[in-house]
Protein backbone atom coordinates (compact mmCIF):
# COMPACT_ATOMS: atom_id res chain seq x y z
CA UNK A 1 0.00 0.00 0.00
CA UNK A 2 -1.00 2.69 -0.54
CA UNK A 3 -3.58 1.31 -2.76
CA UNK A 4 -6.31 2.67 -4.75
CA UNK A 5 -9.97 2.92 -2.46
CA UNK A 6 -12.17 -0.49 -3.09
CA UNK A 7 -15.57 -0.78 -4.93
CA UNK A 8 -18.40 -0.26 -2.39
CA UNK A 9 -18.96 -3.83 -3.27
CA UNK A 10 -15.98 -4.63 -2.28
CA UNK A 11 -16.30 -3.15 0.96
CA UNK A 12 -20.10 -4.30 1.81
CA UNK A 13 -18.41 -8.05 1.42
CA UNK A 14 -15.86 -6.99 3.56
CA UNK A 15 -17.84 -5.21 5.87
CA UNK A 16 -19.95 -8.26 6.47
CA UNK A 17 -17.07 -10.60 6.93
CA UNK A 18 -15.36 -8.33 9.40
CA UNK A 19 -18.11 -8.05 11.93
CA UNK A 20 -18.85 -12.07 11.44
CA UNK A 21 -15.19 -12.23 12.76
CA UNK A 22 -14.97 -9.71 15.21
CA UNK A 23 -18.57 -10.98 17.03
CA UNK A 24 -16.91 -14.10 16.82
CA UNK A 25 -14.18 -13.55 18.84
CA UNK A 26 -15.47 -11.43 21.45
CA UNK A 27 -17.86 -14.51 21.50
CA UNK A 28 -15.13 -17.21 21.76
CA UNK A 29 -13.81 -14.66 24.74
CA UNK A 30 -17.16 -14.72 26.46
CA UNK A 31 -15.54 -11.02 27.62
CA UNK A 32 -15.48 -8.04 25.28
CA UNK A 33 -17.29 -4.58 24.12
CA UNK A 34 -19.26 -5.58 20.95
CA UNK A 35 -21.41 -2.00 20.12
CA UNK A 36 -18.13 -0.17 20.50
CA UNK A 37 -15.87 -2.26 18.09
CA UNK A 38 -18.85 -2.42 15.87
CA UNK A 39 -19.64 1.10 15.41
CA UNK A 40 -15.66 1.51 14.76
CA UNK A 41 -15.67 -1.04 12.38
CA UNK A 42 -16.54 0.71 8.92
CA UNK A 43 -14.07 3.35 9.73
CA UNK A 44 -11.42 1.26 10.36
CA UNK A 45 -11.63 -0.62 6.85
CA UNK A 46 -11.83 2.81 5.23
CA UNK A 47 -8.89 3.81 6.78
CA UNK A 48 -6.36 0.52 6.12
CA UNK A 49 -7.78 -0.44 2.83
CA UNK A 50 -8.19 3.28 1.18
CA UNK A 51 -6.26 6.10 3.27
CA UNK A 52 -3.60 5.10 5.31
CA UNK A 53 -0.11 4.33 3.45
CA UNK A 54 1.03 1.17 5.36
CA UNK A 55 2.54 -2.32 4.64
CA UNK A 56 2.06 -5.33 6.49
CA UNK A 57 4.54 -7.24 5.48
CA UNK A 58 6.70 -4.34 6.49
CA UNK A 59 5.09 -3.33 9.57
CA UNK A 60 7.68 -1.02 10.97
CA UNK A 61 8.20 0.97 7.76
CA UNK A 62 9.70 4.23 8.49
CA UNK A 63 7.10 6.19 6.44
CA UNK A 64 3.91 4.65 7.45
CA UNK A 65 0.83 6.53 8.45
CA UNK A 66 0.30 5.65 12.29
CA UNK A 67 -3.08 4.83 13.62
CA UNK A 68 -3.79 4.59 17.14
CA UNK A 69 -6.97 3.94 18.70
CA UNK A 70 -7.53 6.19 22.17
CA UNK A 71 -10.96 3.64 22.75
CA UNK A 72 -8.77 1.13 23.41
CA UNK A 73 -11.54 -1.53 24.31
CA UNK A 74 -12.62 -1.49 20.80
CA UNK A 75 -9.43 -3.46 19.72
CA UNK A 76 -10.82 -6.58 18.83
CA UNK A 77 -12.34 -4.25 15.55
CA UNK A 78 -8.69 -3.34 15.25
CA UNK A 79 -7.27 -6.85 15.26
CA UNK A 80 -10.25 -8.14 13.09
CA UNK A 81 -9.21 -5.24 10.76
CA UNK A 82 -5.24 -5.96 11.25
CA UNK A 83 -5.98 -10.11 10.52
CA UNK A 84 -8.07 -9.25 7.18
CA UNK A 85 -5.36 -6.67 6.00
CA UNK A 86 -2.42 -9.32 6.14
CA UNK A 87 -0.70 -8.42 9.28
CA UNK A 88 -1.32 -11.87 11.05
CA UNK A 89 -3.43 -14.94 10.23
CA UNK A 90 -7.18 -14.45 10.89
CA UNK A 91 -6.52 -18.03 13.02
CA UNK A 92 -5.59 -15.46 15.99
CA UNK A 93 -8.57 -13.35 16.37
CA UNK A 94 -10.37 -16.67 18.66
CA UNK A 95 -7.49 -16.23 21.36
CA UNK A 96 -8.95 -12.50 22.27
CA UNK A 97 -7.84 -12.14 25.85
CA UNK A 98 -6.77 -15.86 26.63
CA UNK A 99 -3.45 -16.17 28.70
CA UNK A 100 -0.45 -15.96 26.32
CA UNK A 101 -2.60 -14.64 23.37
CA UNK A 102 -0.64 -11.75 21.86
CA UNK A 103 -4.54 -10.69 21.52
CA UNK A 104 -5.28 -8.55 25.14
CA UNK A 105 -8.21 -6.99 25.81
CA UNK A 106 -6.51 -3.68 24.87
CA UNK A 107 -3.58 -3.35 22.30
CA UNK A 108 -0.17 -3.51 23.29
CA UNK A 109 2.29 -2.59 20.88
CA UNK A 110 5.24 -4.63 21.85
CA UNK A 111 2.75 -8.08 21.48
CA UNK A 112 1.62 -7.87 17.86
CA UNK A 113 2.61 -5.96 14.33
CA UNK A 114 0.16 -3.07 13.24
CA UNK A 115 -0.35 -1.90 16.87
CA UNK A 116 1.24 1.74 16.76
CA UNK A 117 0.18 2.11 20.71
CA UNK A 118 -0.48 0.50 24.02
CA UNK A 119 -3.76 2.11 25.02
CA UNK A 120 -7.26 2.00 27.34
CA UNK A 121 -7.14 4.31 29.94
CA UNK A 122 -9.11 6.62 28.35
CA UNK A 123 -8.11 9.80 26.95
CA UNK A 124 -4.08 9.25 26.54
CA UNK A 125 -4.10 7.45 22.81
CA UNK A 126 -5.28 10.82 21.68
CA UNK A 127 -2.15 12.35 23.40
CA UNK A 128 0.26 9.38 22.17
CA UNK A 129 -0.98 10.65 18.67
CA UNK A 130 -0.17 14.34 18.80
CA UNK A 131 3.71 13.30 20.01
CA UNK A 132 3.53 11.12 16.51
CA UNK A 133 2.18 13.82 14.89
CA UNK A 134 4.83 15.69 16.39
CA UNK A 135 7.44 14.04 15.52
CA UNK A 136 6.66 13.47 11.84
CA UNK A 137 6.51 17.34 11.91
CA UNK A 138 9.87 17.31 13.20
CA UNK A 139 11.52 14.99 11.07
CA UNK A 140 9.68 16.24 7.27
CA UNK A 141 6.21 15.43 7.41
CA UNK A 142 7.40 11.61 6.79
CA UNK A 143 3.63 10.17 7.52
CA UNK A 144 0.25 11.13 8.99
CA UNK A 145 -1.03 10.12 12.14
CA UNK A 146 -4.99 8.54 12.58
CA UNK A 147 -6.76 8.55 16.12
CA UNK A 148 -10.00 7.23 16.93
CA UNK A 149 -11.68 8.67 20.21
CA UNK A 150 -14.99 7.82 21.53
CA UNK A 151 -17.72 10.17 22.71
CA UNK A 152 -17.70 8.37 26.17
CA UNK A 153 -13.76 8.94 25.98
CA UNK A 154 -13.92 12.78 25.38
CA UNK A 155 -15.51 13.65 28.76
CA UNK A 156 -11.52 12.68 29.53
CA UNK A 157 -10.01 16.00 30.39
CA UNK A 158 -6.96 14.53 28.60
CA UNK A 159 -8.68 14.78 25.27
CA UNK A 160 -9.45 18.61 26.11
CA UNK A 161 -6.10 19.76 26.66
CA UNK A 162 -4.82 17.41 23.53
CA UNK A 163 -7.72 19.15 21.55
CA UNK A 164 -5.98 22.27 22.80
CA UNK A 165 -2.13 21.40 21.92
CA UNK A 166 -3.09 19.68 18.41
CA UNK A 167 -3.37 23.39 16.59
CA UNK A 168 -1.23 25.20 18.76
CA UNK A 169 1.48 22.55 17.24
CA UNK A 170 -0.39 23.02 13.93
CA UNK A 171 -0.49 19.71 13.00
CA UNK A 172 -1.97 19.39 9.94
CA UNK A 173 -0.36 15.59 9.54
CA UNK A 174 -2.94 14.67 12.42
CA UNK A 175 -6.87 13.15 11.82
CA UNK A 176 -8.84 12.62 14.90
CA UNK A 177 -12.03 10.50 14.42
CA UNK A 178 -14.42 10.47 16.79
CA UNK A 179 -16.64 7.39 16.92
CA UNK A 180 -20.51 8.90 17.46
CA UNK A 181 -22.03 5.87 18.67
CA UNK A 182 -23.88 7.44 21.30
CA UNK A 183 -23.47 5.61 23.96
CA UNK A 184 -20.96 4.25 27.35
CA UNK A 185 -21.02 1.79 29.91
CA UNK A 186 -23.37 3.37 32.04
CA UNK A 187 -25.91 4.66 29.43
CA UNK A 188 -26.60 7.58 26.71
CA UNK A 189 -23.75 10.08 26.17
CA UNK A 190 -26.29 12.61 26.32
CA UNK A 191 -27.27 11.48 29.67
CA UNK A 192 -24.66 11.27 31.27
CA UNK A 193 -21.95 13.43 29.82
CA UNK A 194 -23.44 16.94 30.26
CA UNK A 195 -23.68 19.49 27.95
CA UNK A 196 -20.42 20.14 26.90
CA UNK A 197 -19.14 16.77 26.13
CA UNK A 198 -22.36 16.17 23.98
CA UNK A 199 -21.63 19.13 22.37
CA UNK A 200 -18.26 17.99 21.42
CA UNK A 201 -19.07 14.66 20.74
CA UNK A 202 -21.27 16.23 18.25
CA UNK A 203 -18.51 18.08 15.86
CA UNK A 204 -15.03 19.24 17.44
CA UNK A 205 -13.32 19.26 13.83
CA UNK A 206 -9.56 19.76 13.65
Not at 74 to 90: I, K, M, N
Not at 99 to 115: R, T, V
Request: charged share 20%; hydrophobic share 40%; aromatic share 8%.
Amino acid sequence: MPKDPDSLSTLKSRAFDLRIDNLTAITAAASGHPGGTLSAMDIMQALFFGEMRHRPTEPHWAERDRFVLSKGHAVPALYTVLAHAGYFSRDLLPTLRRLGSPLQGHPANFLLPGIEASTGSLGQGFSMAIGMALASKLDGDKFRVYSMIGDGESQEGQIWEAAMAAPKYKLDNLCVILDHNKGQIDGYVKELAGEASHQLSLGVRM
